[in-house]
């Protein structure tokens, strides 16, 4: 189960906005990029997200480039779900093969709400403004590669891929 | 059942007849990642703890390259002492950026189905390979297993009739497409590049096509293997097949455009599909021209830039930073006479790398400054200075514009 607070944001978040390109080619790891995320659209994210923190954004979520680091840099802050209109393809992937939740719905929410994701049974609480949305369950595949927290942790544990 | 090029590739390498929104496991011909990516990769190879490839798997140095800063230069040793360990062919600093000399040197061919670790990956499209970007994790799941999961792709067509006007590219026709189907007017599609303007295209305008694809989302860009793009591979695969869509092949939409109708255009700060004629925007005083990438920085470009430049100096107080995509390219421009061109125009011509286009090195925009680049994406903040506002243009219209110092149409030059 995840419970967090909303971090409302629009259309088109690209991966640029996420981890900045210039800034990820003057880091070294994943640990120093952290203070980057959301670098020129959100100052001192790192600082004031919290854990099971949900992003509920607009359209095409995850625009641009193929960097996994996007992905892997919302899971490592703390975010619980990305809750998006719809997702750029490789970012979708990424979040799925890294254990990150991200979930196409469209649902009402302001910043600073709190919402609870069911994600077994494709439902989404705004706990503060008393609303259920709901939402395509996912494969049991998919599912199981979130519980595992990861595509490489599934292998790890179950010895094979998903999809063998 | 007549097939899409892009269902006939994946029912080829799923070893049945594939349909659009199935899930397959399809086998993978060539897995290549870059600088930005390949450390990732390595470590969640050793993670996985296998011992062996069972793809053909290629490294690039490309992106920042040569290293800028100690980091980068540690992640470049990483990578070559992974690559000689594994087998893994490596493309160190100065050979270019990936989708440019994977293909160069023959390593890919139509039919292929390719998986980088980079969005632009689909440039290779242009060669009639189904080839999509992926991250780090699945490429290095693709060169441990030779396979990788897919959804078919719907196809959707594009096509481009008629004859593009003289100081009209393949890069104001891509601004076109995507300026009407949007940033995400292909998202998780195959797109199809059909129609005589597209076969008249040299194969380096058709990378452009299909290089730019990814902006509005496409899974992979499709070009059928016509005449020019078969001598292309002849002198550098040998003997392969070509590929092309059945007749009746079924697109979910159809889109056509006239070549004679399309200006010069410019993606407009800070989105792709932010999409006008220059004609519309010409005026704005620019500060950093760029000539490069995987989307503006091969022969032609650099050709199609000296129409402009050639007898002409540089406005002054702008600097125009020319990089060669590839070491091929390099070598072309010093034997064409290009090169000295270039550098009498006032360009300063780096090593092939993707240098600006990606913000790390090589040229950056400061705050409060205007660029106007051939590269892929105008995202706040792509090329350095967050307050700095990017243009997407054709290497005309980045000509003209370095020319007069200021965002400007070529047409005022050619017509």
Known sequence: ?164 | MPMTMSEKILSKKAGRRVYPGEHIVADVDLVYAHDGTAPLTIEMIEELGLRELRSRAIFTIDHASPPPNVDAAANHRRMRDFASRWGVRIFDVGEGICHQVIPERGLVKPWDLVIGADSHTVTLGALGAFATGVGSTDAAIAMLTGKIWLKVPESIAVKVDGTLKNHVTAKDVILEVIGKLGSDGANYKAVEFLGSAVEAMSLDSKMVLANMSVEMGAKVAMIPTDGRTSEWLKERVGHFEGIWPDEEANYSAFYEFSAGEIKPNVSLPNSVDHVAPVEEVEGEEVDLVFIGSCSGGRFEDFLLASRIMRGRKLKEGVRCIAVPASKEVQMKLIDSGLMRSLLEFGCTVGPPTCGPCIGAHMGLAGPGETVVSTSTRNFPGRMGSPDSRVYLASPLTAAASAVEGKLTDPGRFLS
């Open chain 1, 1 to 164: 189960m995840i419970v967090g607070r909303v971090w409302r944001l629009g259309d088109d978040i690209t991966t640029d906005h996420i981890i900045p390109g210039r800034l990820k080619y003057s880091s070294g790891s994943l640990e120093d990029m952290k203070k980057y995320v959301f670098n020129d659209l959100i100052p001192n994210f790192h600082e004031s997200v919290k854990p099971g923190d949900v992003i509920v954004a607009g359209k095409n979520f995850g625009y641009g480039s193929s960097r996994e680091h996007a992905a892997r840099l919302l899971k490592i802050v703390g975010i619980g779900a990305v809750i998006a209109s719809s997702f750029a393809r490789i970012f979708y992937r990424n979040a799925v093969n890294v254990g990150l939740p991200v979930i196409e719905a469209e649902i009402e929410a302001d910043q600073w709400d709190i919402v609870k994701v069911h994600l077994e049974e494709g439902k989404i609480e705004n706990i503060t403004k008393s609303l259920v949305f709901t939402f395509k369950p996912f494969p049991r595949e998919i599912l199981e590669i979130f519980e595992e927290g990861g595509i490489v942790e599934y292998f790890r544990r179950r010895g094979k891929f998903p999809w063998e």
